[in-house]
């Protein structure tokens, strides 16, 4: 059995204000024709289809033109929810859509699997979609972390593997240990203080196909993140785009391949003077790539943006870094509010900041996480 892992389409996310519609468009094209071409049975889409719960209407018709082509291209297709994607909203077309096109959204169902046979028999997918603890204590008591529902969820998956017996296949959506996230581009989810997922949490399937981290990871040979198909920030400019194609035989895994990906337009970060960049001819071959300028000059210069995109069309961002400038060692309060990587760390960097250094203890600690799971819980019934 062949199968196409891959993850993170972000339909509707924009690149420093603009649209990536079109250019996701064109590389889910490519995506489709590859599936028509290595003859793949089935494709994968492990979470965060959508960039926002409310997505625009052009980006429900994308997902429904890919939709329809992978399966008019001869594959099945199984979909998950991600952190960014509204569960409900996603899985309320699952009852509309046409046969061989499957999206999984109710963590209540996740250990019935989508069956697909084979030569050598039946292929079980389980697809775990985001799940986030906050919402779950009511199904499942105890878990207060995405290692404890992922632990769960797994363990569910393996009880139903044991009865059912045959060859497998997991979908989840979550950071795993041992990954290192692009700075200020994965939305982080360890909201609330919620700790990494272990490897270890997948044993027991042939496959796990992993979503959220946005550059292609293999964790183990039969763990692996695929990453985003499109590039969406300037830090992940130079890793690959693409997705595995996973072949099962009668035993298991026997091979993993990288499918590569177009990049409509190149991502390039240029450094120096700004009349060096306005004028130098060896940049000429980046004239029309995604620009990031960091101009070195001693002063700041007026209106750099404009005269850099007349230079540069696609020039989407600068920043002023003067050359010889010693960094102070000591973060200022803003640069340590940019790094936060969870509302958590963000409060308690606001403490930090008022209380000269000291953040909270560990009883404010366990508030602090009761209020953002409240929030959570609010949030995800509006």
Excluded at 38 to 61: K, M, N, Q
Excluded at 63 to 68: D, I, N, Y
Excluded at 206 to 224: C, F, K, P
Aim: aromatic share 6%.
């Amino acid at each position: 059995m062949r199968i196409l892992h891959t993850s993170d389409w972000h339909i509707g996310r924009t690149f420093h204000g603009n649209s990536t519609l079109d250019a996701l468009r064109g590389v889910l094209d490519t995506l489709t024709a590859q599936v028509r071409e290595r003859g793949v049975d089935v494709v994968i889409v492990a979470g965060d289809v959508f960039d926002s719960a409310t997505p625009a209407a052009a980006c429900y018709l994308l997902l429904s033109e890919t939709l329809r082509g992978l399966a008019d291209a001869g594959a099945q297709v199984i979909v998950t929810s991600g952190n960014h994607d509204s569960a409900a909203r996603l899985g309320f077309q699952a009852g509309v859509l046409r046969s061989g096109i499957r999206v999984l959204t109710d963590p209540a169902t996740l250990a019935a699997p989508v069956t697909v046979d084979d030569e050598h028999g039946p292929v079980h997918f389980y697809g775990i979609p985001f799940l986030e603890p906050a919402l779950l204590r009511h199904l499942w008591p105890g878990v207060r972390t995405q290692r404890d529902v992922l632990a769960h969820a797994m363990g569910l998956v393996r009880d139903d593997l044991a009865a059912r017996g045959g060859r497998s296949v997991a979908i989840a959506h979550c950071f795993a240990a041992g990954v290192e996230a692009t700075p200020q581009l994965e939305r982080d989810i360890q909201q609330g203080g919620l700790d990494v997922v272990p490897i270890s949490a997948f044993t027991g399937v042939d496959y796990a196909a992993l979503g959220h981290i946005h550059g292609r990871q293999t964790l183990a040979e039969n763990v692996r993140y695929a990453g985003a198909p499109l590039h969406y920030s300037f830090g992940e400019g130079s890793k690959p785009r693409g997705s595995w194609l996973v072949e099962l035989g009668a035993d298991g895994l026997t091979a993993v391949e990288w499918l590569a990906l177009p990049v409509p337009r190149q991502l390039v970060t240029l450094r120096g003077p700004l009349d060096e960049l306005l004028t130098d001819p060896s940049y000429a071959a980046v004239q029309d790539a995604w620009v990031c300028a960091v101009y070195t000059d001693a002063l700041p210069e007026r209106d750099p943006l404009r005269r850099l995109q007349e230079r540069y069309p696609h020039c989407a961002m600068v920043s002023h870094a003067p050359a010889g400038v010693r960094v102070d060692e000591r973060r200022s309060y803003l640069q340590r509010v940019r790094a936060a990587r969870t509302d958590a760390e963000l409060v308690d960097t606001f403490l930090q900041h008022v209380r000269q250094g000291e953040g909270a203890s560990e009883r404010e600690s366990d508030i602090l996480r009761d209020v953002l799971d409240e929030r959570i819980r609010v949030e995800a019934l509006t």
